[in-house]
């Protein structure tokens, strides 16, 4: 097992427009204090932004942990429900089932998961229906 | 050129950041969808956009973008403008049309910034 020397974990409720983004902010703001590269600090930060949108728009609500240690980053975003039907068909660019309350906000043009997947070096997702989703997503500072 | 460049070119009022006039520009990125400009943009550019809702600034927070400038004289609400303020990103509103605001620029010189590769067609949909 790795060595982290930080874990957080930041809850994300479900449909809280208000506030989404906020652990994404706390993580790219704590991050760049403590001196990582802005090129790998802004595919971190796009990934965690994508990733808890997910959660608040898509989920029934859930957590985004990060994780670092001297060599990477780790982000987890785990949720309680309803998890993905067919991931294959999640993970193409321009699928979407946001609704029209997200879509007006300039969400559901069905590219975060596509986005996360590009800017992370290691992307995996698992998903079961009824009991949840689980995206990691690692970043090398080196 | 300058932010105090674009403000002239569109003929735009300076909303917050008026201090951060002289930071410079050489992309641009024009778009209502967060997500494709979460996607696309590589490098310190402006945002040009059509919404003024706080995830607007998120992105633009995300992304280290430092100006952004909102078309058809839009004006967002003043939470949204606190947010901007305390980020130092500058907020322009011009009374152009976006696509008439991206073409003043694009004539100035300012360039877009994406490598867009083709999506599949989307699979016919099983009746
Ligand atoms: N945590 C999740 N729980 C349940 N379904 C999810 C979750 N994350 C994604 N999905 C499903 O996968 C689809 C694709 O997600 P993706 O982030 O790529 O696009 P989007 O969120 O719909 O739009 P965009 O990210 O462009 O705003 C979603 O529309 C949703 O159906
Ligand atoms: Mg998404």
Known sequence: ???????????????DFATAGDASASIKRKLKQLGVDSAILRRIAVASYEVELNLMIHSVGGTLTMMMSPDEILLVSSDAGPGIPDIEKALQEGFSTADEEARNLGFGAGMGLPNMRRNADEFSIQSALGRGTEIRMRFRLQ | MTIAGIVDILDARVLCGSENLGQEVTTACGSDLMSDVLAFVKDKTILITGLTNVHVIRTAEM???????????KIPGEDVLSEARELGIAVLSTCHTTYTTCGLLYQAGIRGNNDCVPQARPAAKAE
Do not use: K, N, Q, T
């Open chain 2, 63 to 73: 992304l280290d973008i430092h100006c952004i400038v909102f078309a058809r004289g």
């Open chain 1, 1 to 15: 097992m790795r060595e982290y020397s930080m874990v957080d974990h930041y809850p994300v409720s479900a449909r």
